[in-house]
């Protein structure tokens, strides 16, 4: 008989942790171990989500055949929407934001971004690259990555036309033409 034990991460997002554990009694002792990933121990570990079958065979050539189911959970699934700059970061305080979905894994999520933020939604960004990798209750992982932009920056150009006349009666023919 077998005790299988689930993996606490979806392949790819962390450590495989599955294992199957096998109880032999009976039979000629000096078991020889068949399993069908190639492996010949009487106990697997580090296995990931699958079907695993194993053939015992005892020294009077005496077998038997088991299976195991492996499970494991959903992947950590991370992605967000980005909100950019609403002006150029000299033209006012930097008010980008990302905001994060989580999905799979193992709930209580712990974040950690580049910039050194630690909660799920970040928000007072300038303009950049920002990353970050989101680590469930089991050491599982994803990560992403988002860029902000910002607008241009507002320019100004100002161009004074001249009184043509400098008296107190005089015409008040003077110009400002702004370009912006």
Excluded: K, R
Aim: aromatic share 6%; proline share 4%; hydrophobic share 30%.
């Amino acid at each position: 008989s077998g005790v299988a034990t689930d993996s606490e991460c979806n392949n790819g997002s962390g450590p495989l942790t599955g294992s199957i554990n096998l109880t032999i009694e009976g039979g000629s002792p000096n078991y020889l171990f068949d399993w069908d990933n190639g492996a010949s121990t009487e106990d697997l570990t580090g296995l990931g989500a699958g079907t695993y079958a194993v053939t015992v065979t005892d020294d009077q050539g005496c077998s038997m055949e088991f299976s195991f189911e492996i499970n494991e959970p959903d992947p950590v699934d991370v992605s967000g929407i980005t909100t950019d700059l609403a002006c150029h970061s000299e033209s006012g305080a930097p008010n980008g934001a990302i905001d994060l979905s989580v999905e799979g894994g193992t709930g209580n999520y712990q974040f950690a971004w580049s910039n050194g933020a630690t909660t799920e939604d970040v928000s007072g960004l300038a303009a950049g690259d920002y990353s970050v990798v989101v680590t469930d209750a089991n050491g599982c992982t994803d990560g992403a990555s988002f860029s902000l932009t910002q607008p241009e920056a507002v320019e100004l150009s100002v161009d004074l036309g001249p009184l043509s006349c400098n008296s107190a009666n005089g015409s008040a023919d003077a110009s400002i033409d702004l370009g912006v």
